[in-house]
């Protein structure tokens, strides 16, 4: 990166921070491995190309994270013909007696061609260099280079970013968890970024008789009950959004654990931010005790992205790095 680069945007990549005091928590580009998923792929002729095309693109298309796969291989057999290996579908998706069926319906293939499915292993998270992307293409599944994912995905990040409507609230999370006489002084704001406005806030409230009411969980069950009393006035049984939390913010003063984690991930947030990591129990940091980084497995159906405070201006109350959040 340029020096201008760096002023311009106030992007420091090689920390991953913004305003040297917001740490992106993403993946170690040494340490990233490829996250495997079993793919159901197809062997075809080439002339069924345009055929298999459009029948993933009527079937498949809203498979967006497929972008940075090929979806065709091409294969050159003993006797040195080439064929195809078209990707189709992860197998958790589908049984492959129904997805031959489909395909058998879709291609003007002859009725004694014999389709068969065969498994290939597709990682589904993006390589950070070239050099990754080539080893992993021939390693396992061709995949398409785009230029370096996190460059791109820090900017994108970066532009999303406004650093006083962070702080704001972050202050308003530490405030809540110094007033808090609770023994776990740890507090939870959930925030919706387009109305800019609170829907949630919560100290900890866990007790030797419910131990599980975390501020997180504190927080998610406020909305779920909010949202249980909007609908009962307005009469609307329909379950229009079953994500109670769609890309709302979270601002929290400690890392929180596995559960809490979960619990955002399932709710759908868009981001997490907190100040305090949880050596022990946290499970979002590449160093926390679990090293889960839940909001970006690519094994799970949604992804966060997760900030923590790293300046010294913002000090919530003090806590054991040992305890649960
Ligand atoms: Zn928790």
């Excluded at 075809?44 to 090929?70: G, H, N, V």
């Excluded at 962070?166 to 808090?180: D, F, G, I, M, P």
């Excluded at 009469?235 to 709302?248: A, R, S």
Aim: positive net charge; aromatic residues 10%; charged residues 25%.
């Amino acid at each position: 990166m340029t020096a201008l680069d760096t002023a311009t945007y106030h992007i420091n990549y090689q920390k991953y921070t913004f305003y040297d005091e917001y740490k992106r928590i993403q993946p170690n580009i040494k340490t990233t491995q490829p996250q495997l998923t079993k793919f159901w792929s197809v062997s075809l002729d080439p002339k069924y190309t345009s055929e298999i095309l459009r029948f993933i693109k009527q079937k498949f298309s809203a498979d967006d994270y497929l972008k940075q796969i090929k979806r065709i291989k091409k294969v050159m057999d003993d006797s040195k013909h080439f064929h195809l290996e078209i990707l189709i579908c992860p197998v958790q998706h589908m049984e492959s007696h129904v997805l031959i069926d489909m395909l058998k319906k879709w291609l003007t293939t002859p009725s004694d061609f014999e389709l068969t499915l065969t498994t290939a292993s597709v990682p589904l998270n993006k390589p950070y260099s070239k050099e990754l992307c080539m080893s992993w293409s021939q390693l396992y599944w061709p995949l398409v280079w785009k230029g370096n994912p996190m460059v791109q995905e820090i900017r994108e990040s970066y532009k999303n970013f406004k650093r006083g409507t962070v702080e704001r609230y972050l202050k308003e999370a530490c405030n809540l968890s110094n007033s808090s006489i609770a023994s776990y002084p740890i507090a939870t704001i959930i925030v919706d970024p387009i109305k800019d406005q609170v829907m949630a806030s919560s100290v900890d409230k866990r007790s030797g008789e419910d131990p599980m009411i975390h501020s997180v969980m504190s927080c998610i069950n406020q909305i779920a009950d909010n949202e249980r009393r909007r609908r009962k006035k307005l009469g609307d049984h329909k379950e229009t959004n079953n994500y109670l939390c769609l890309n709302y913010d979270v601002y929290t003063t400690h890392e929180p654990c596995t559960m809490c984690a979960m619990a955002l991930l399932h709710s759908r947030i868009g981001r997490l931010f907190f100040i305090k990591p949880s050596s022990v129990t946290g499970a979002i940091g590449e160093n926390s005790g679990c090293k889960y980084m839940i909001h970006l497995s690519c094994t799970l159906n949604w992804k966060y992205e997760a900030f923590q405070y790293v300046g010294d201006r913002l000090q919530p109350s003090k806590l054991d790095s040992s305890l649960s959040v």
